[in-house]
């Protein structure tokens, strides 16, 4: 068979669950919005549900797999720590054969905070973000996980700007990648980095009687503090009440917030994101007011 037919048979072949892992039981698969990987709950023999999440070992190359193996870096690290007002799922073993590679955690009962008050929401969102981020502060992350530093205002894609720009958003797109250049300059390059979750929303957060989980740590690493700031912006921006309070509790850089804010805006009109373009537009007016700041 030819490589190419290969590869293609092998990444889009339907990732097959076993019926058992070690001591615990397949039940049913979880939906998600990815399709790289799968979730699934199992049971074990003292009739616990497991959180099991699983990608194919192919194609060799593959950022999922990478944001796997962070999960289980992240975790592990997580549950190390005995001082937290976040609490995190704990982690119960990896398993491996010719077809998969996963993960398992235990399975977390509780509540989603969608439902919650505005009030509720802003309160969980800052404890939970600040206490990531005091993290940090305490512990020799790096060196203990090798979790990738990622320093946004470095890896914005020139690609972005010239796929949006072929779309047909010239003015916006020469704006945005000007005052994103305007704003390279001005921002500190060598601040203290944080770790940050990268992909804080409502069904990441989960509360268990008093108890705040967090879960998914799959893009999870150590960078600005604004950028999951910067995430919840983009990804809440119709909900205006909860963004400017949000905003309203928060010490932030006006200026790397701006980037940030303009950074998720090219790249969101290249790639077509949740937002309407009035929304989205919106949005990158809002940097655009920002960097004014």
Known sequence: ME???WLYLQNNMEL???RRIKDVVYVKSVNTTQKKYKVAIYRNSEGK???LKAISRFPLISFYRYWIKNEINVLKYLNS???SEVFFPKFLFEFKNNNIKSFATEFIEGERIDKLSLEEK???YNSVILNLHKINAKNELSRTLRIKKYRYYLCFSLADFLVSFLKGNFLISIKLISNII?????IDKQSKLVLSHCDLFDSNIIKSGKKLFLIDFEKTCLTEKEVDIS???IRYWKEKKFIFKL???QKLNSKKLAFLILYLGLSDLATSSDLDKKSLFEFIEFGFELAKK
């Open 49 to 51: 549900k497991v959180v």
């Open 122 to 124: 802003v309160k969980i």
């Open 16 to 18: 097959k669950l076993p």
């Open 81 to 83: 720590l005995s001082n």
């Open 3 to 5: 490589p190419g037919i």
């Open 231 to 233: 995430f919840l912006l």
């Open 247 to 249: 905003l309203s509790t």
């Open 182 to 186: 305007s704003l390279y300059g001005q």
